[in-house]
């Protein structure tokens, strides 16, 4: 079975700018979280989406939104970037059948702002 | 308090000790606990997952959950070089409720 997959690996963009991330997670998944991780910061949460939902959200600006599509496929969508957006953004895929939750992640973009 | 405690370390040990990571957890609703090991510039991999209270094995890694201290704790046999990177705990409550990490300890098993 395939793993989580995101789209672009890397990417530069100047302040100001706005960026869409994509994110296709495992098969029958049908959850799908985004993160963002800075050196000494740890895994930040950014929002969850489940059936085109979004079900839970963290403490990001209204400049960082996300959406799911009926295929479970995800993106993720930074306005006016800043400079402090600067980091790896990971995607999640996350099993919550059969009385498990495991959490499966993209190998993530590497966003730099210029 | 945040609801996954983590020591980001670092931590180093050498080649072919056991090492212990530990967190701790707030609420005690959640039943399901992961370890993710995380090597640099990569995305966190899926090593252990548990759910309830006990032990589970999986080669040289064990992983403990105690509910009723609210402790999870990973150990590493025979640590490997290979081994070194940053693990993160986290609890899943199922259901609703969204994953929540530790910020990870930093682990160098030096040759």
């Known amino acids: 079975k395939a793993g989580v997959t995101q789209t672009p690996r890397y990417l530069i963009k100047t302040r100001g700018q706005q960026v869409t991330l994509s994110c296709s997670p495992i098969?029958?998944?049908?959850?799908v979280s985004w993160y963002q991780q800075t050196p000494g910061q740890g895994l930040q949460f950014l929002f969850e989406?489940?059936?085109?939902?979004?079900?839970n959200k963290g403490n990001f600006p209204g400049r960082f939104s996300g959406r799911q599509f009926s295929n479970s496929r995800s993106e993720m969508n930074v306005s006016t970037l800043e400079l402090g957006d600067s980091a790896l953004y990971l995607c999640?895929?996350?099993?919550?059948?059969?009385?498990?939750?495991?959490?499966?992640f993209g190998p993530g973009t590497r966003l730099t702002v210029t | 308090q945040k609801e996954v405690e983590q020591d980001p370390g670092p931590l180093s040990v050498p080649e072919g000790a056991i090492v212990s990571l530990n967190c701790t957890y707030s609420n005690s609703a959640f039943q399901y606990f992961m370890w993710y090991r995380q090597y640099s510039r990569k995305g966190p991999e899926l090593l252990m997952y548990?759910?309830?209270?006990g032990n589970k094995e999986d080669g040289r890694f064990t992983a403990q959950v105690d509910k009723s201290s609210k402790y999870i704790s990973l150990f590493i046999r025979d640590s490997q070089p290979s081994d070194s990177a940053t693990y993160l705990c986290?609890?899943?409550?199922?259901?609703?409720?969204?994953?929540?990490f530790g910020i990870g300890t930093k682990l160098q098993v030096i040759p």
């Open positions: 548990t759910y309830s209270s």
């Open positions: 986290a609890r899943g409550g199922g259901g609703y409720q969204k994953v929540t």
């Open positions: 999640a895929s996350r099993t919550l059948t059969g009385g498990t939750d495991e959490q499966y």
């Open positions: 098969s029958g998944h049908r959850s």
């Open positions: 989406y489940f059936s085109e939902t979004q079900r």
